[in-house]
């Protein structure tokens, strides 16, 4: 019984000895790591010295995923930041070094930026932008009951803005990271600045527009490795100012108009709710059919050719050929038949004939008689005419009594000797009586030339024609730099 006691004494010994030498331990092991961090934090420092990026104080305007992420991401680059928000909550959170979102590696960026001095907020817009030389607004932009973009947050920062550089003598810098409407920042964003500045941008104060692609949830991997960094900008210096932010990062740097960088933002999520939902309906119809649609899909997405790639997504003419056309129609009649609604699948013909329609309609509007098209097969390099698009341009036109010549060196070959001799004269003499042998025939006496396809041949079009023949171009056909007045693109 003396030696069991006896034993458990050594043991509780032992166990109180190793703990306090574990304690030191790890004291030493925090006190190591703190040294460490500090060093690394130097290191940084100097990293981007080195990398030629200027370390600046900066404003950041709303404290939610955009600016929370944004701030810590500068902060871990050295920079000095001061966060504003409107919500007293976020700002005293903030000040506390607690982070007011709930994102992955966050807490602990802004931990860091805390011990280190970096980051501090406010909801004092006046004495932020006196402090700093640059100001990132990350306001949210919601939507209006119906649909329309809310800029009242940003009209907001704008007023506060306006005020505040009043009595700056330094020239401040916006970057606008909120997402809005191409001409949001042209037509609000700075007449607020200078109507409550009384200055004027790029003379007083610069704006720039830097759109976010980050992603809930995996925001702070995406900023340190975005897809691309876009900055819209009416200076070149600004720009790259604004870029030098960024300088390390991988993906391609793109200096831009303002215009098209608030473009590309809507661009991008458009596309990817087109993808989402174009793939849901894939899957309900797979699944109904008894596939599994991940198994599909997966096959193609192994396509980096036609399918995951820039193929067909320039604007330009609408689809047409013996594919196409026939393949959707056979998917949206599968749909009906297995009671699927699949609205996407469903508006792709209507989109593509309401671009047939438009280009008519166009044509009419421009007031002229004699009409010549210069290609007219569904695409360049091929005699095939069914489902061609153009086809339907040139018999609405003939419908409408318009004197038409037309144009295609593969199109005239099949009539001699091709295999489509028997098509054209079946089904479409109307339009092979209409044929000429040459483009120079078009460009002759022509009032309107149409771009068809994009054979190489047409290329002189756009330097050939003369100032009071139209050029109508359907396919945008080539370098299109030359091009003058008298040329008009379908969608650009
Ligand atoms: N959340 C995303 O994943 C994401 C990604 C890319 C782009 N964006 C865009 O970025 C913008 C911001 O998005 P978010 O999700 O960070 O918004 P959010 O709603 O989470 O945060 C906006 C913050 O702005 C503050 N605010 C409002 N008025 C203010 C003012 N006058 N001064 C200072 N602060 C003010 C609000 O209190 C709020 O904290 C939006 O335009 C959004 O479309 C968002």
Redesign the pocket.
């Known amino acids: 019984m003396k030696l069991n006691i006896n034993l458990n004494k050594d043991k509780i010994k032992d166990k109180i000895k190793n703990k306090i030498k574990n304690k030191i331990r790890n004291k030493n092991k925090d006190k190591l790591k703190i040294k460490i961090n500090k060093i690394k934090d130097k290191l940084n420092w100097i990293f981007y010295i080195f990398l030629g990026v200027f370390l600046v104080n900066i404003s950041i ?7 929370v992420v944004t701030s810590a991401y500068l902060t871990s680059r050295q920079h000095k930041v001061v966060g ?4 007293a909550l ?1 700002v005293s959170m903030l000040n506390d070094g607690i982070c007011p979102i709930v994102e992955k590696d966050v807490p602990e960026l802004l931990k860091k930026a805390k011990e280190n001095n970096l980051i501090s907020a406010t909801s004092d ?1 006046k004495e932020a932008i006196f402090n700093t030389e640059l100001s990132i607004i ?4 919601p939507s209006m009951p119906n649909g329309s973009l809310d800029t009242k ?1 940003i009209k ?2 704008c007023e ?1 803005a306006g005020k505040s550089i009043k009595e700056k003598s330094d020239k401040h810098i916006f970057v606008f ?3 809005m409407l191409p001409g949001t920042m042209r037509n609000t964003v700075i007449p607020i600045l200078e109507k409550y500045s009384g200055k004027k941008q790029n003379v007083d104060f610069f704006v720039v527009f830097n759109p ?5 949830s995996t ?1 702070v991997y995406d900023f340190y490795n975005p897809p691309k960094t876009v900055v819209g900008s009416d200076s070149m210096e600004v720009a790259n100012k604004v870029i030098s932010l960024y300088e390390g990062l991988p993906g391609p740097m793109i200096k831009t108009k303002i215009e098209v960088a608030e473009m590309v933002k809507y661009v991008d999520n458009n596309f990817h709710a087109l993808k989402i939902t174009f793939t849901n309906e894939i899957g309900h119809i797979c699944k109904n059919i008894g596939l599994d649609s991940h198994e599909v899909m997966d096959i193609f997405m192994q396509d980096t050719k036609l399918n995951i790639s820039t193929y067909y997504l320039k604007p330009g003419f609408a689809f047409g050929g013996s594919c196409l056309p026939k393949d959707l129609r056979a998917i949206n009649y599968l749909a009906k038949t297995l009671d699927l609604n699949v609205p996407l699948l469903n508006s792709l013909i209507y989109s593509n004939n309401n671009q047939i329609s438009y280009a008519i309609r166009k044509v009419i509007s421009f007031k002229k008689n004699k009409i010549g098209i210069a290609g007219f097969s569904f695409k360049e390099g091929t005699d095939d005419l069914r489902e061609s698009p153009l086809i339907e341009v040139i018999e609405a036109l003939i419908g409408k009594g318009y004197d038409l010549k037309l144009y295609d060196r593969n199109v005239s070959l099949a009539k001699l000797v091709g295999a489509n001799k028997e098509y054209i004269e079946t089904h479409i003499p109307h339009i092979s009586a209409l044929m000429v042998d040459s483009l120079d025939e078009l460009l002759e006496d022509r009032d309107v030339i149409i771009i068809g396809n994009k054979d190489p041949e047409f290329n002189r079009i756009i330097n050939e024609a003369r100032d009071d023949q139209k050029i109508f171009d359907l396919v945008r056909m080539g370098d299109i730099s030359n091009a003058r007045g008298n040329y008009e693109g379908i969608c650009w």
Do not use: M, P
């Open positions: 305007f709303g404290l939610g995923y955009v600016g504003v928000d409107v919500n976020k817009s990350c306001v949210g932009t947050y907001s920062v506060e990271r909120s997402t976010e692609f980050l992603r809930e925001a």
